[in-house]
């Protein structure tokens, strides 16, 4: 794992520290840039005297998706072979008309929940899985993501 500011390896475990309102997994020595904060105690016994175990959730993990490159052109396209205006597939989505226009013109990315809308008015494919392998095969090849400290010059008193 990597120091969420310098960006240098972290060797052990990281140290969660609130830096404004931002809490991040850091190193040591960037840590004395916020407050570090510290691992709630154990759990106490219960009444008679057996320590329970905490329960944990079994979340599955999100699938991911994104927006196809290209998108505005496949909705306009489906749009304007069924006659339909930019007014009217804004009415049968409940968005506003420049909504529409902006993602036709790719000024705007839709979320995930408009693009399912617009999936199933338009019956197109404007969503796909993303490939959580990709990013393990970047850090592979030896980039790694911009860090804090990469873009914001850390003041040293």
Do not use: Q
């Not at 020595?29 to 570090?36: A, V």
């Not at 005297?49 to 489906?78: C, D, F, N, Q």
């Amino acid at each position: 794992m990597r120091c969420e500011i310098c960006g240098k390896k972290i060797v052990g475990k990281p140290v969660k520290t609130k830096i404004d309102s931002s809490v991040m997994d850091v190193c040591r020595e960037c840590s004395k840039f916020g407050k570090i904060i510290r691992e709630p105690s154990r759990p106490r016994p219960t009444k008679a005297g057996v320590r329970r175990a905490p329960k944990r959730s079994r979340r599955p993990m999100e699938t991911l998706y994104e927006v196809v490159e290209g998108y505005g052109e496949i909705i306009r396209a489906e749009r304007e072979s069924r006659g339909w205006s930019r007014e009217d597939l804004a009415e049968r989505i409940n968005e506003k008309v420049s909504v529409i226009n902006r993602i036709e013109s790719e000024r705007m990315e839709p979320d995930i929940k408009l693009a399912r809308k617009l999936e199933k008015l338009l019956k197109i494919k404007i969503l796909e899985k993303f490939e959580a392998g990709e990013e393990e095969r970047i850090e592979v090849g030896g980039f790694r993501g911009a860090t804090i400290g990469d873009i914001a010059r850390i003041k040293r008193g």
